[in-house]
């Protein structure tokens, strides 16, 4: 900060004595020693201050960067799978007997057994039932949460 050497210190010494006298001098200094250690520990504090809000910020710059590569990694993880997994649902929903490749068909399928033999309707009557049970136990989880929101105080 200021480049005091002794001969400096020695001249402000001196001027010190001559102007406040050998009886002030001492509480003179040592309140002026005071007061220069409060300004040394403000600023040291102010720099701490200061270092930690950059190390955080460069921290946060970090975690985004990270994050944004998470991102990217999950969503491209994503279409990978989606990708991969697309033809198997195609080839499942419109496989027929006599079509062991699994090609898509535009219309209805020749060789293709009514929907009563291959168990669809049961297929659709089972999901009616969970979506009918799954539709009637949400008022009642919902009911739980706000019994335990309305708890006495």
Do not use: C
């Amino acid at each position: 900060m200021f480049d005091i050497g002794f001969l400096e210190l020695l001249i402000i010494g001196v001027v010190g004595l001559l102007v406040l006298g050998p009886e002030r001098l001492p509480r003179a200094a040592r309140t002026t020693g005071l007061w220069i250690g409060k300004i040394k520990r403000t600023v040291s504090g102010m720099q701490r201050d200061i270092s930690a809000q950059l190390e955080a910020e460069e921290l946060r710059q970090k975690l985004n960067e990270q994050q944004k590569k998470l991102d990217a990694s999950l969503n491209k993880a994503k279409q990978d799978v989606e990708r991969y997994a697309e033809p198997d649902r195609v080839d499942a929903g419109h496989a027929s007997p006599g079509n062991a490749q699994g090609t898509r068909q535009g219309g209805p399928q020749e060789n293709a057994p009514p929907a009563s033999a291959t168990g669809q309707q049961t297929n659709d009557r089972a999901q009616g039932h969970d979506e009918a049970t799954a539709a009637a136990e949400a008022p009642r989880e919902a009911s739980a949460d706000s019994d335990k929101d309305q708890s006495p105080r």
